[in-house]
């Protein structure tokens, strides 16, 4: 049976059914795979096992209808016209074709578009980096749903651009001169959803750096020494509020303690890390943040905080800094399913409204 004859619900069952069994360590083809990221990206199985243990653990039925009830108003609007109040009863009927070029070697990071892209019953195209680990999920969402097989091609991505002709929606990773190129071979109409590079900070104010200084580099290091992870990063910036150099020095040493003993559950492979992640800023408050990173042209994804750290200061951080996401640090390097990734919407850039009047 085609996919788009499917109830948008089988198709997320079927999803989160076969994302499940890939959250065994022990699955036969996530065995391959680890294997196979570890070989390509140096990175160590502890690494790895994390990264994908973050990844499919993610993706469940319930946070997958939760964000296409939050943008699409619900599920029931990828089957047929659904009424709302004051508007025309309309469909969210997914695009034909998706084209998803990964450039970058990140783990996993086509997966999330690739699962909403599904269950907008589009036909979906990855251009992946060749880990294998794109292709060994789709055989098992094959498995879990017979028509998902027939919806995803998996291709190594080899720097043609040209391959991208022919998608109404072009979702991409990579550095600006690749994502320049890979627009410029975009149909005239198609829709272009570019994620490029960008930086993460971390931004600790004054009270928590007079707490618990061991558990808070803990957490910064954890995120720093897991930067591999599907769409995360280490830190570029850590900026400290109301520093003293005293207080900078025991900072800087306690950081430089918590990346080497992170390193011993979490070992580097064949990829150094550096002992303390990022450059280290004090200012005195987050305008001075904000005042660094407009010098210096810095484009923030993400800033790392606290524990604790208030709604209305994560608010004003990311207003003035231009953050498009605030975590809590310790969680920077695995950005949730249902969060807005690059400050996107999840599936609506893979649909089209069609309207009842």
């Known amino acids: 049976m085609p996919l788009r004859q499917i109830a948008a ?32 990206l140096g990175y160590s199985m502890p690494v790895v096992d994390y990264a994908l243990d973050r990844l499919f653990g993610g993706i469940t039925a319930a946070a997958l209808d939760a964000a296409v009830a939050s943008e699409l108003g619900s599920v029931a609007a990828l089957d047929a016209f659904v009424a709302h109040a004051g508007r025309p009863a309309a469909w969210a009927r ?14 996993g990071v086509a997966i999330a578009p690739l699962v909403y892209a599904l269950c907008a019953k589009s036909r979906v195209v990855v251009h992946d980096r060749g880990d294998a680990l794109i292709a060994a999920f789709a055989h098992t969402l094959g498995e879990a749903l017979p028509a998902l097989r027939d919806a995803v091609d998996v291709q190594t991505w080899t720097g043609d651009d040209a391959a991208v002709g022919g998608a109404d929606v072009v979702v991409a990773f990579g550095g600006a001169e690749t994502l320049r190129a890979i627009r410029a071979a975009c149909d005239a109409g198609a829709a272009f959803v570019p994620f490029g590079h960008a930086a993460s900070a971390a931004y600790v104010d004054h009270a928590s750096l007079a707490g618990d200084l061991g558990a808070l580099t803990a957490a910064i290091a954890r995120d720093a020494l897991l930067h591999a992870i599907g769409g995360g990063g280490a830190f570029d910036l850590i900026f400290l509020e109301r520093c003293d150099e005293a207080g900078r020095e025991r900072f800087v040493r306690a950081l430089a303690e918590a990346c080497e003993a992170g390193a011993i559950e979490f070992p580097p492979g064949t990829r ?20 660094y990173v407009a010098r210096h042209e810095v484009a923030l994804r993400a800033v790392g905080v606290p524990p604790g750290f208030g709604d209305d200061a994560a608010e004003d951080l990311a207003a003035q800094l231009g953050a498009l996401r605030v975590a809590t640090l310790g969680d920077l390097a695995t950005p949730p399913l249902g969060g807005h990734f690059g400050g996107r919407a999840r599936i609506a850039d893979f649909v089209r409204w069609v309207d009842r009047e």
């Open 94 to 107: 997914g695009v034909d074709r998706v084209s998803i070029v990964v450039s970058d070697a990140t783990i």
């Open 9 to 40: 619900r089988a198709i997320v069952s079927a999803v989160a059914d076969a994302a499940e069994r890939w959250t065994d360590a022990d699955f036969p083809p996530r065995v391959r795979a680890t294997a196979a990221i570890e070989a390509r």
């Open 272 to 291: 150094e890390h550096a002992a303390v992640p990022g450059t280290v800023v004090v200012v005195g408050g987050i305008p001075d943040a904000a005042a």
